[in-house]
């Protein structure tokens, strides 16, 4: 149990704008050192701004998290600066749907490079040195927050991709929690499984790398982007509290957390249909009316 967080460092991907801003914040209310890291440089800039002015030590690096060398350069950056972290927040991702056969190859190796790799270069890059660190003092303790999505535990159509990238974090959370109790107490993980929250993913496009910028999207493409401003933009849970409840989690070693605890009822409709051998069931089935208007936009 993590109670006391003054003095104790963080490094946030995705930290100037959604859930890393918000944790960012958080932190330095908390009295932390923070490593923020974020591929948009204006974003990071005002972020890296706000928490010197709270008071926090901070060190702002521009990093894609796709990109292994950049994630290493970040940890060694760490490490110079502050020491071994003892809070990683795996959180930068990018949001793309359609039909899962019209993503182009660069749609896939955009998606699963910052959404997947980005995870899995934070989690090589800075897991050894925590442990390093606990190795030496009995004192420490850690923890890793991955930023998967409730996208992560069910398969809405029409987002293909991000389904598939967020189902491997989960996945590779759960493997990580596990592979930590086997060899230490001091340090564990939580994975965070959003629903639809107010933040930047929706907005995933204005950070596309050179070459996609002026890729025409499919008709499935431009439904999916519309059908997930609309969500996005309508939620009800802030960014801010999902971030409390990453905080609240972390000092209760709770490992799955999630912001809207109501939607579980959807998971557990995929895991019967998992466990009754029967064919998944219609996601639309409690809204039917949008089943009805996507199958109509879509055969258009």
């Known amino acids: 149990m993590i109670s006391d967080f003054r003095n104790k460092t963080a490094v946030l991907t995705g930290a100037g704008s959604g859930f890393g801003l918000e944790c960012a914040r958080i932190g330095a209310k908390l009295g932390m050192n923070l490593v923020l890291a ?35 350069a970040l940890g060694a950056a760490t490490m110079a600066r502050f020491g071994a972290p003892h809070f ?33 270069h934070g989690i090589r890059v800075f ?23 409730m996208a992560g535990l069910l398969n809405a159509p029409n987002m293909g991709i991000y389904n598939v990238s967020k189902h491997a974090v989960v996945s590779m959370t759960e ?47 431009m439904i999916s982007q519309a059908m997930s401003d609309k969500a996005v933009n309508s939620g009800k849970v802030s960014a801010a509290e999902v971030a409390q409840k990453v905080f609240d989690a972390i000092g209760a070693n709770q490992f799955y957390i999630y912001s809207h605890p109501k939607s579980i009822g959807s998971v557990q409709v ?21 089943g009805v208007d996507l199958r109509k936009a879509l055969r258009a």
């Open 38 to 72: 974020d591929v948009q440089q204006d974003a990071l800039d005002r972020a890296v701004a706000e928490m010197q002015t709270a008071g926090a030590q901070v060190l702002g690096m521009r990093v894609d998290v796709s990109k292994a060398d950049q994630v290493e």
């Open 175 to 221: 493997t990580l929690y596990q592979d930590l109790a086997l060899v230490t107490d001091q340090i564990s993980a939580s994975v965070l499984c959003p629903f639809f929250v107010p933040t930047g993913i929706s907005a995933s496009h204005r950070n596309r790398p050179e070459g996609m910028q002026g890729v025409r999207p499919t008709r499935s493409q």
């Open 127 to 149: 897991t050894p040195m925590m442990l390093a660190a606990a190795d030496k003092d009995p004192a420490f303790q850690g923890h890793i927050v991955n930023t998967a999505s």
């Open 88 to 120: 990683v927040f795996n959180n930068a991702g990018v949001g793309s749907g359609g039909l899962i056969w019209e993503n182009s190859l660069q749609d896939w190796e955009w998606v699963i490079g910052v959404n997947l790799m980005g995870v899995a």
């Open 270 to 290: 995929r895991m019967e249909d998992i466990l009754l051998s029967r064919n998944p069931t219609d996601p639309f089935a409690h809204k039917p009316e949008l």
